[in-house]
C-alpha cells in the first residue's frame, strides 16, 4: 500500500538591515505575485542544501548562513496540492548585496519590511511570524 504524502519546500526570509528579499513569480501559481524565494526539495537532497540551492538560482545570492525558522504546512497554502514548507532565515550584515530574478523568479528585490507587497502563498503569515521572533 502507497502512502500519500505532501511535497517538501523550502523558504527564504532574507533581512539586509530594514529590507526583506523577495521574488516576483514567474510562474502559475500566483505567476507575477511577491513570495519569498524558495522551491521545491528535490529527491534526495537534505533541506539545509535546497534552501541555499534556490536562493541562489532565484536571487544570485550565495554563501548565506541559514538558520531554520518554523514549519508551515497547511494543506491549502499552496493551490497546486498539500506541501510542507521548512522556512530558513538569514540575516546580512553590511552593503546590500544586488540581486538578480532566475530560474522561475522574474525579479528579484528588496523591499523595506515596513512596506511590502501582498504576498503569494501564505508567506504574509510567515513575515508575520518572524517579524515577531
Known amino acids: 500500500m502507497g502512502y500519500r504524502n505532501p511535497a517538501l519546500t523550502v ?3 532574507v533581512v539586509c538591515g530594514e529590507e526583506l528579499l523577495l521574488i516576483r513569480r514567474g510562474k502559475e501559481p500566483f505567476k507575477d505575485a511577491w513570495a519569498l524565494p524558495g522551491g521545491f526539495v528535490d529527491y534526495g537532497e537534505n533541506p539545509d542544501d535546497a534552501i541555499h540551492r534556490e536562493i541562489e ?8 548562513l541559514f538558520f531554520q525558522f518554523g514549519v508551515y504546512g497547511d494543506p491549502v497554502r499552496d493551490p497546486r496540492g498539500h506541501t510542507v514548507s521548512v522556512v530558513y532565515t538569514a540575516i546580512i550584515e553590511g552593503e ?11 525579479e528579484a528585490r528588496w523591499f523595506p ?21
Not at 538560482?57 to 548565506?64: I, N, S
Not at 546590500?96 to 522574474?106: C, S
Not at 503569494?120 to 517579524?131: E, G, I, L, S, T
Request: glycine share 12%; no cysteine; charged share 35%.
Open 96 to 106: 546590500k548585496p544586488d540581486v538578480v530574478g532566475g530560474d522561475d523568479a522574474a
Open 113 to 133: 519590511l515596513e512596506n511590502l507587497p501582498e504576498l503569494a502563498f501564505d508567506h504574509d503569515k510567515v513575515v508575520k511570524d518572524a517579524k515577531a521572533s
Open 11 to 13: 523558504d527564504g526570509y
Open 57 to 64: 538560482e532565484e536571487t544570485g545570492l550565495t554563501g548565506l
